[in-house]
């Protein structure tokens, strides 16, 4: 599954657009200092070719990144198994379980939870007597 996308180059395009115009006109156009329909054939040729070569190094690049994938879905199940493998041979509250990146169950603090106690005059500014609320 490609991941990323394949290069497109406007410049390269635009280059084979005008190269076809150009051999139309005249296939052995000289513009002096060198460059020619030719050079400018041959600039492009080399130009689609690194492209082709970039395209095909983002394969296998996407390639290489799923096998990557799949090796650490395979990782991630078997240090499942290891784990739960300690768990059943040591049990939670060994060391080996500790040397495997558990935390022992002896060394798992339970916390004290206070349950809350309702007083509605802590949270009243201006408390209301029974005379003044009608005596309900």
């Known amino acids: 599954m490609a991941r990323r996308k394949k290069k497109r180059s406007r410049s390269l395009e635009t280059a084979e657009f005008r190269l076809n115009a150009l051999q139309n006109i005249d296939e052995n ?20 070719e690194q492209l082709n070569r970039y395209n095909a190094m983002l394969s296998d690049v996407d390639n290489q990144r799923s096998v990557v994938r799949k090796l650490e879905k395979q990782l991630d199940d078997a240090n499942e198994r290891v784990f739960s493998g300690i768990i059943t041979l040591y049990g939670r509250d060994s060391i080996e379980y500790e040397m495997v990146g558990g935390t022992r169950k002896s060394n798992i603090r339970n916390r004290n939870i206070r349950p809350v106690t309702h007083d509605p005059e802590a949270f009243s500014e201006d408390p209301v007597t029974e005379e003044e609320n009608g005596g309900i």
């Open 29 to 48: 156009l000289d513009f002096g200092a060198g460059f020619s329909t030719n050079s400018y054939q041959t600039l492009v040729q080399t130009a689609q």
